[in-house]
C-alpha cells in the first residue's frame, strides 16, 4: 500500500482526485481537517504560558534546592 497526502485547494487537484476514483486499483480516503485547538488537545498540549510556568518551577527546584 502507498499512501498519498494532497492538499486539495485549487482545480488540479480537484481533477487529479477524479481521475483516480475512476482507477479500479485505487482507493480515495478523505480525512476531515481537524481545528488547531482539536488536534492540540488530542496530543495533550499546553498553552506556552503553561509551559514556561512548569519551566521555570522545574528551574527553580533544581537550582535552589
Do not use: H, W
Not at 6 to 34: C, H, M, S, W
Not at 38 to 61: G, P, Q
Amino acid at each position: 500500500m502507498t499512501t498519498i497526502l494532497i492538499d486539495d485547494n485549487n482545480g488540479q487537484t480537484t481533477k487529479f482526485i477524479d481521475y483516480v476514483r475512476t482507477l479500479p486499483f485505487a482507493t480515495i480516503v478523505e480525512t476531515k481537517k481537524k481545528s488547531f485547538r482539536e488536534a492540540s488537545k488530542e496530543c495533550n498540549a499546553v498553552s506556552v504560558d503553561t509551559f514556561f510556568d512548569k519551566l521555570d518551577e522545574r528551574i527553580k527546584k533544581r537550582f535552589n534546592a
